[in-house]
């Protein structure tokens, strides 16, 4: 099913093909993480990226409450933005040979994949309220904070740790 197809009709059908979007988004950053972990090379980003892993495994358990809660089956549709922007990730890792510039990559990769979190969760967040789905919200909101969280402790590591002052 395609966003702008037939299929979608009420917003129902737009909640459940959003929630299918992020599931599947969820699900490819469970994989990419792992490679992230693997290339930061400052200890600081290295544990963001653990501790972010496993977060991660927690909200596809909390996607999967939401599915059920709405009677659904947890199933994710193809979303070209997060491959498109893991596919980025890899490219610009795999051409950085500096460390602190790699993982500056790494975090600009990281904070894009936050930031599509982050919209996504809560335009949910906010139809859930709007048609009833009040426990469905309060499982998406417990996200869209770690995800808030997550994307500024990246910040932070990069402002104090990663990203290097001009030289003078």
């Not at 600081?44 to 358990?61: I, P, W, Y």
Request: hydrophobic letters at 40%; a negative charge.
């Amino acid at each position: 099913m395609g966003l702008f197809t037939k299929d979608i009709k009420t917003i129902d059908d737009l909640f459940l093909h959003v929630l299918q979007d992020i599931y599947y988004a969820e699900e490819q950053i469970l994989k990419a993480l792992p490679d992230m972990v693997e290339k930061a090379t400052n200890r600081d980003l290295t544990a963001a990226f653990k501790s972010h892993l496993e977060e991660t495994e927690r909200q596809v358990q909390r996607l999967k409450q939401a599915f059920e809660l709405i009677g659904e089956s947890p199933r994710g549709t193809a979303c070209p933005a997060i491959d498109g922007i893991i596919k980025e990730a890899k490219e610009i890792a795999g051409e950085v040979a500096e460390k602190k510039v790699l993982d500056a990559a790494l975090i600009t990769a990281a904070q894009a994949v936050e930031h599509y979190e982050i919209t996504r969760y809560g335009t949910l967040i906010a139809w859930a309220e709007q048609t009833g789905k009040d426990a469905v919200a309060k499982l998406l909101s417990t996200t869209l904070t770690e995800e808030k969280a997550a994307d500024k402790k990246l910040t932070t590591i990069a402002e104090r740790k990663v990203n290097q002052k001009p030289a003078h």
